[in-house]
């Protein structure tokens, strides 16, 4: 959702908000002393930011236009893990915090209406996490005392219609 405005054919700017959701499913089975464990671990990321993007036109025709776009966003990201384990679930918030994406790309516009976008968002700032007491991150001292930073490069194909 946003608004883009062009000055002129070749060089415009747009302001928008933007929801991206990212997944990880992974399957750890673990046999001891006889005993078969199996774990599934559901990661997902969440992260919605409000971005302004400056637009270039390489290429203009009667139908089709083609560009690139550079930009930033600011907004916040949160990283859940969702563990089954032996038919126990848990759900844990891994890290969250305020996040910074630079925005690079190539669009395509066709009929002055429909636009496809290929996006990098590459981030400058990472979620910031503290492991649990047991999970590390202390060198085996029961008080977590590193932070670990954790930055998701996200790639998106995207459509918009124009009004």
Do not use: W
Not at 72 to 95: D, F, P
Not at 110 to 139: F, N, S, W, Y
Not at 142 to 158: A, C, K, S, Y
């Amino acid at each position: 959702m946003g608004y883009s405005h062009y000055f002129g054919s070749l060089f415009g700017v747009r302001g928008y908000v933007d929801y991206n959701y990212g997944f990880n499913i992974g399957n750890t089975k673990t046999t001891e002393n006889n005993v078969t464990t199996n774990i599934n671990n559901l990661s997902s990321l969440h992260n919605i930011t409000f971005n302004v993007d400056a637009l270039i036109n390489f290429y203009n025709s009667d139908s089709i236009s083609f560009g690139a776009f550079a930009g930033i966003g600011v907004g916040y990201g949160l990283m859940n893990s969702n563990i089954n384990e032996q038919n126990v679930q848990t759900t844990t918030k891994v890290a969250d915090g305020f996040i910074l994406p630079v925005n690079l790309g190539l669009s395509l516009i066709a009929g002055g209406k429909h636009r496809i976008d290929l996006t990098m968002k590459i981030p400058c700032l990472g979620l910031k996490h503290v492991p649990e007491p047991g999970q590390g991150g202390g060198g085996g001292d029961p008080i977590p005392t590193e932070t670990q930073i954790t930055r998701m490069l996200i790639g998106t194909i995207g459509y918009s219609y124009t009004f």
